[in-house]
């Protein structure tokens, strides 16, 4: 028990000295996307695998994405930074395809002149 409480006591210092040279942002964003990671594994709990749901990814991705490649790789994450980093692209793509679609799919209405120009040159010419 005593050799247990002196081996946290000495990864908590080390994890407190890891942390020292991190900006407030860094920081923030690690206990934020932590926190999230908590949430979705006491969701999970007794699933043999641990699964994002896509707003879980953008959650993460979204704010995770910003920090530095060392940073991001020193974080504790259940997932490789890497993977972190492609569901950002894979969000920021379907945000731009999103925005890219045309508005509308049905072809555009027709002018109301023009519909009553065609309609009466219909009437004087059946054929």
Known sequence: MLL?????G?????ATLRLLPL??????????????QITV???QLGKDKIRFTPSDRAFLAAL??????HV?????????PDT????HRNLVKRRHAASCRPKRLRRPHTVRSIRILVLRLAKKNPS
């Open 10 to 14: 000495v990864t908590n210092v080390f």
């Open 72 to 80: 991001l790789r020193r974080v504790r994450l259940l997932v490789r």
């Open 23 to 36: 900006t407030d942002r860094d920081k923030d964003a690690e206990i934020l996307a932590l926190r999230h």
């Open 64 to 69: 995770l994405h910003r920090l530095p490649p």
């Open 41 to 43: 594994l006491e969701r």
């Open 4 to 8: 247990r409480l002196a081996y946290l």
């Open 84 to 87: 972190v980093l492609r569901w």
